[in-house]
Nanobody, 128 residues
């Protein structure tokens, strides 16, 4: 069974940093793209960033220059380093996985739907 498990969420002040982790079980990242979505209250999931097995990446305009996605194949884990956090980054962050380029067609999506596998989500709160 394919599973994803997120960790690393929490509460920080504006300008602070957090690193989210997404660990996969039941599959490897070969020919798989992993992405991070986030859901602010009352909204659908918004695609934040993706990374493919060839290490190509995508970032939403709202996080470019502040967030960095990376993967450690030995640990079967994808990371999202979030720097210079803003109050508008407050959301539940989900990682998801599917075939390459699928998530690019779904920049906004109902959370935990349509994609092959989702994690359970981790909450990030940015507030002073």
């Amino acid at each position: 069974e394919w599973q994803l498990m997120e960790s690393g969420g929490g509460s920080v002040q504006p300008g602070g940093s957090l690193r989210l982790s997404c660990t996969a079980s039941g599959f490897t990242f070969d020919e798989i793209e992993v992405g991070w979505y986030r859901q602010a209250p009352g909204t659908k999931c918004e695609l934040v960033s993706t990374i493919s097995s060839d290490s190509s990446t995508y970032y939403a305009d709202s996080v470019k220059g502040r967030f960095t996605i990376s993967q450690d194949n030995a640990k079967n884990t994808v990371y999202l380093q979030m720097n210079n956090l803003k109050p508008e980054d407050t959301a539940v962050y989900f990682c998801a996985a599917d075939r390459p380029h699928v998530m690019a067609t779904m920049p906004t999506i109902l959370c935990v739907s349509k994609l092959d596998v989702w994690g359970q989500g981790t909450s990030v709160t940015v507030s002073s």
